[in-house]
């Protein structure tokens, strides 16, 4: 393993203020700063981390953060004023995909196990099942989050219903190990580490990952208020460059043990490190972990933003009347992607949407200079999202089965 040597602070053209979780996924975040890649490019940054995505989406609405590892659907209320003041977003970088996994009681998990639900590939349908006999209490991250979103897609593909069917409540990641201890729920779908920690206190199973609802399904976004990123165009370019440099060190899976024990420290996560382990690139559980790098995880697609906008109007989180793809264009920005990371040679994209589910196997995403190897992408249901066919509004945008060409790209 070949550690960078930290570096000290020098002079800044800029200060940043990044409101984190205690997950797995603020890994390239925590890498940066650490290590003194965001120095190096000029900016101070100071991390600052809450105990839930709304305390961080109240400090972005209100200015008291500039910069936020959240996921797509919380910035897009941010940027919407659905939790406070109205505060203009961009995501010019994602930061991780993967790492959610569905965590069940160890009492309900044994009971899916024993209907055949033993591995990823046949442990939903047996949750259904098992969810259609008895309405069951379980945990999601906000309202505005990429888990609900997703849990919610895959309990309408096998036609259960949320609210009727099963309830689901509001659990903050750092608190659903021990709202399953105390039987207050009978699982939660929660990012990475929490349903490692479940497993290794005994309150719990991990079932599944949501990467079974969504192939290479993004996850965290770094998300920057519109006018800091005005403000400091240098600067924007240089924190860009500092989490390029982080994701790929936190991609290699030579460096998961250090990255654990990075993140297990009290200011971070303040766990174990073996638990945190399992979730990185290299750690036991690689298939539900976390990609902060490959497969073009760190590109900010807009089509990946506007089928999250499509959920949000599908279950009435927001208005009718929103244009969402000017929504997903203003607020995703692959413009600010391309200009900080094309002239280090890192392949780029050359669209800023693609077929979304289109490929059950691996394929080839056309990019400069190279071409970028890219994993499977499906959806459960085996729907196609084409961006270029999104329906009129008030309707479903998941009731698209597109066509799509050979590598899924558009425009």
Known sequence: MNVPTPTQHGSTTASLRIGLLRLTDSAPVVTAYEFGFFAEEGVDVELVIEPSSANIADKLAFGALDAAAITPPLAFAVQLGLRGVAQPMVIPYMLSVGGVGITLATDLAAQVRARGGRDDLDALPALAACLRERPLVLGVAPTFSSHNLLFRYWLASVGIEAGRDVKLVVVPPSRAVEALREKEIAGFCAGAPWGKVARRNGAGH??????????????????????????????????????????????????????????????????????????????????????????????????????????????????????????????????????????????????????????????SLDATPLPVPMPADRFCDGVVFDPDALPPLGESAMRIRARHDGNGAKR
């Open 206 to 363: 991990v079932l599944a990952g949501t990467q079974q609802i969504w192939g290479h399904a993004p996850e965290k976004a770094f998300a920057v208020c519109a006018g800091w990123a005005e403000r400091h165009p240098a600067a924007m370019t240089g924190v860009l460059r500092a989490l390029r440099r982080a994701s790929r060190f936190c991609d290699n899976p030579e460096n998961g043990a250090y990255i654990a024990s990075l993140l297990s420290r009290r200011r971070y996560l303040n766990l174990g490190s073996h638990a945190i382990l399992a979730t990185l690139p290299g750690g036991a559980e690689t298939a539900r972990g976390c990609v902060f790098h490959r497969g073009a995880a760190t590109f900010p697609w807009r089509s990946q933003g506007l089928w999250f906008l499509g959920q949000m109007r599908r279950w009435h989180l927001i208005d009718d009347s929103i244009d969402l793809r000017t929504l997903a264009e203003r607020v995703y920005r692959p413009d600010l992607y391309r200009a900080a990371l094309s002239p280090s040679g890192e392949s780029v994209p050359r669209a800023d949407w693609k077929v979304e589910g289109a490929h059950a196997a691996a394929w």
